[in-house]
């Protein structure tokens, strides 16, 4: 069963933008900590940004700045909006509960070159 569904990646050149978004049929969203980690080959997946369900952000210091995370409670779907992107961000995105403890999607790819 599909609960979480990632998308909004693609190909942008450095400076550019993106925005993606995770929508889940998890009827518990609103209540969790939810956040966007990301992977490259080789590399554990690493948590850049999670919400609170009250509301309140975190980030990676990698990302501070550049990256806002949001969610809607009512579409039950998170987003991250992406902005002055640099070749390190280069990674397929997911989505999950932060300690992630849901089921993993499929992942967004973003990749960031001229």
């Known amino acids: 069963q599909v609960q979480l569904v990632e998308s909004g990646g693609g190909l942008v050149q450095p400076g550019g933008s993106l925005r993606l978004s995770c929508a889940t049929s998890?009827?518990?969203?609103?209540?969790?900590?939810v956040g966007w980690y990301r992977q490259t080959p080789g590399k554990q997946r690493e948590l850049v940004a999670h919400?609170?369900?009250?509301?309140?952000?975190f980030y990676a210091d990698s990302v501070k700045g550049r990256f806002t995370i949001s969610r809607d409670n009512v579409k039950n779907t998170l987003y991250l909006q992406m902005n002055s992107l640099k070749p390190e961000d280069t990674a397929v995105y997911y989505c999950?509960?932060?300690?992630?403890?849901?089921?993993w999607g499929q992942g967004t790819r973003v990749t960031v070159s001229s």
């Open positions: 999950n509960r932060v300690p992630f403890t849901w089921s």
């Open positions: 998890r009827s518990d969203f609103r209540f969790n900590t």
């Open positions: 919400m609170l369900s009250g509301g309140s952000t």
